[in-house]
Each structure stands twice: as C-alpha cells, then as structure tokens.
C-alpha cells in the first residue's frame, strides 16, 4: 500500500491550512523584506515624510489586534466544526476544514500578524531609510485595506459556516462531484470486469484502512511489465484488513509483482470524497437520519436533504460515460451497483421516517422522479424496489390509516410511473 503520492499531496495542499498559512506569512516577511530593499534605492526626493513614528504605531496596533482577531476566528471555525459533526455528519467535517474562505480569513489575520512583529523589530533595528520607512507605510496601509475586507467578507461568512443548510450544500457539492466523476468513467480508465479465471492469484493487503485512491495507471504498468492481467476486488471507499483482496492477478505473481499492486492502493485512516461515489450520498442520508431522531425531531431537514439526494442521483442517470478507448486495457475494474447507492441514500431515512407521513411521501416522490428519469430498465427496477420497501416501511410505522392511504398511494404512482 501506498503512503499519500505527490500528486495527491499536490492536490490536497490547498486544502490544507496550514498550507495557507505558511504561504500568507511568506508574503508577509517578502512584504517587510521588499520595503527594506526598495528604500535603499528608492531616491531622496520620492521619499514622503509621515511622521517619524507613524508606520511603528500602526503596527503595534495591527500586532495586538491582529492575534486577538486571529484567535478569535479559530475558536469560531472549531466551534463550527464540533457543531457540524454533532448536529449533522462528522463525515462532513473534512469540507468544512478544506473551505477556502475560512482558511483565507485566518491566513490573512496571521500573515498580518507576523508583518507587523517584523515591520516593528525592523523598525527598531533603525534598518530602514526614510524612503523605507515610508514604502513600508504604505505598504501597511495596503494591508489594512486587505484585513478590513477579508475581516468583513469573514463576518458575513460565519453568519452560515457550519448551519445544517451550509453543511448540506457542502456534502451535495462534493458528492456531485464524485458522481459526476464517476459517472463520465465508471471503470476508472480500465475495462469492464469479466469472469476471472479459477487459477487467478490474488495481491493481498498488508495494511488496515480505507482504500481511498487506486492508481490505475501504475497497476497497467505493473501489468504490462509482469505481462500479466488485473482484477480490482477492493474499490475506493472499501475497508480492508490484513490479508484481504485487493486484486486477482492472471499471470505469474511473484513479489515483486504483488508489492506493485499494492502501492497503486492508498489507504488511510478515513474515507475521502475524491474517488468514492457513495461517500457523498452516505453523508447526506446521515444528515437526514440525524434530523430524524427523537432528540432532534426535524423531518423539514430530512425532507432537504431528500431533495438534495435526487440532485445527485439525477447527475449521476444524466452523466454521459465517455467512449473513448479504456487507457489500461490489463486492469479490469468493477462499477459501484446502482442498487447500492440507492440503498446508501434512501434506507436509513425511509427506516428513520417511517413513521412520519410527510416523509414517507417526499422519499415516494424522489423515487418516482427518478424512475421517469431513468432511461434503463434496470434502473427503473432498482427504483422501484427502493419503493417498494420504503413503502412496506412506512405501513408498519404509520398509525394513521389515512397516512397510510396516503403513501401507498404515492407508492402506487411511482409503480405506474405518474
């Protein structure tokens, strides 16, 4: 298995704060850095005389205020967290870690920070020249530009960061991308699975995780030096332990082989939405079923979420697959069962809102919307039975015989698809 490749470390490295951070304090000593070096050569005559003490005071201001704001805002975006995780998914905290502008904000009000510590150790260096000292004024009036509109663009930010509507938007978002993704190349650049030979030896792991990432790309080239054929058994999102399949190999096997197969898997300690088509949809059924709790008692929520579930779902019946020619023609990879998403989405909230009409309802019209969409057979079944028992569900909780009438009704016309 592999540790986290430099193209995914690339990847994520927006993502990650502290990323963000070190690049904002970078420019903040290049800042300082700059208006040092510009003063030296900067003429006498452009020089602009604001008062020997003007720049110092300013930054003494921005160096206090700025670690009492920088605090501020990262008790705001933990509590935002705890709140996430606890009122709807922890598995939607890793979005709420990953947004741009709460990293941006807090980036801003720490790179801050540190240009004013420096702008004032500097100062008190007597290292700048009068035409220093006055790049370096007006270089802190820029800066003060920049934390009013980052500080005010924060404010009106943190009024939805975290709030169960925000949190659902972010899941919706990342699970259309994953289906989108997945939908355009549901074989990940390989080919369709086939039957696998009773001689086919299988790469096992060595390591306890999520299958978070596979290389496709590495697993053709292993294949193609070893000569030898791949069957993918452990897709993204899939738990494995010690000794578990990855892949069947036809061909010879030997270690060498093996440890490349198993370097083309990543696995880490929790699933990640990049390449696993069923993360989003699980989030989102979490969210509802969370709203669906007796402590909680919020089916207007489950109802949302339900609308934001056929979103995705309608993405993934509308998405084109690409035809073009596999890439890796000697890896054969398994597509996620429709039937298994459906299943992720819509089981916990009809078994949650089973006894609450309104909900039983919602989840026979998504369904009956997505059986007029779908264009295949088989997809229409699969459909068709999530109704089925979402309607056999919601008859034993309901105690009314009119909500009951009601549903079997909706459950009805998703039969004859009205």
Excluded at 179 to 189: K, V
Excluded at 204 to 212: I, P
Excluded at 357 to 367: H, N, P, S
Aim: proline fraction near 4%; hydrophobic fraction near 50%; aromatic fraction near 6%.
């Amino acid at each position: 298995m592999a540790a986290i490749d430099w193209h995914t470390f690339v990847k994520r490295l927006p993502e990650r704060m502290w990323f963000r951070l070190v690049v904002f304090a970078v420019a903040a000593l290049a800042l300082v850095g700059s208006a040092l070096a510009v003063g030296k050569i900067l003429p006498s005559t452009l020089s602009v005389n604001f008062g020997q003490d003007a720049a110092y005071r300013i930054l003494q201001i921005l160096a206090t205020s700025m670690l009492a704001v920088t605090t501020f805002s990262l008790t705001a975006m933990i509590s935002a967290y705890a709140a996430a995780a606890q009122g709807t998914t922890p598995r939607a905290t890793q979005l709420l870690v990953a947004d741009r502008t709460s990293q941006n904000a807090l980036s801003t009000f720490l790179g801050t920070f540190v240009f004013a510590i420096v702008g004032i150790v500097a100062l008190s260096t007597g290292s700048f020249t009068d035409g220093g000292r006055s790049v370096l004024f007006l270089g802190t009036l820029g800066v003060i530009a920049l934390v009013v509109a980052t500080l005010l663009r924060w404010i009106h930010h943190l009024t939805g960061f975290g709030r169960v509507p925000d949190v659902i938007d972010r899941v919706e978002r990342a699970a259309t991308k994953a289906i989108h993704a997945y939908a355009r190349d549901p074989h990940l650049g390989g080919v369709a699975p086939v039957g696998v030979p009773d001689g086919a030896l299988t790469a096992l792991s060595e390591q306890v995780g999520y299958v978070t990432g596979v290389d496709i790309g590495r697993l053709q080239r292993v294949a193609d030096a070893a000569g030898v054929t791949v069957h993918l058994d452990a897709m993204p999102g899939a738990l494995v332990g010690h000794g578990t399949a990855l892949a069947r190999v036809v061909g010879p096997l030997d270690d060498d082989v093996a440890a490349g197969i198993r370097g083309a898997f990543r696995l880490e300690k929790h699933r990640t939405y990049e390449q696993d088509p069923r993360l989003g949809l699980i989030a989102l059924a979490e969210i509802g079923s969370h709203a669906l709790s007796p402590a909680v008692n919020d089916p207007g929520t489950a109802i949302e979420v339900l609308g934001a579930i056929e979103r995705v779902v309608t993405e993934l019946l509308k998405s084109e697959a690409d035809d073009g020619e596999p890439r890796f023609p000697r890896v054969h990879v398994p597509a996620v069962a429709l039937g298994d998403l459906v299943e992720d989405a819509f089981r916990p909230l009809a078994r949650d809102g089973a006894g609450l009409v309104e909900v039983g309802l919602r989840v026979q019209r998504v369904l009956g919307d997505l059986v007029r969409i779908a264009e295949v057979e088989r997809e229409r079944d699969v459909f068709l039975e999530a109704s089925v028992r979402a309607c056999v569900r919601a008859v034993r909780g309901l105690d009314d015989a009119g909500d009951v009438a009601l549903v079997e009704a909706a459950a009805d016309e998703v039969r004859r698809g009205e």
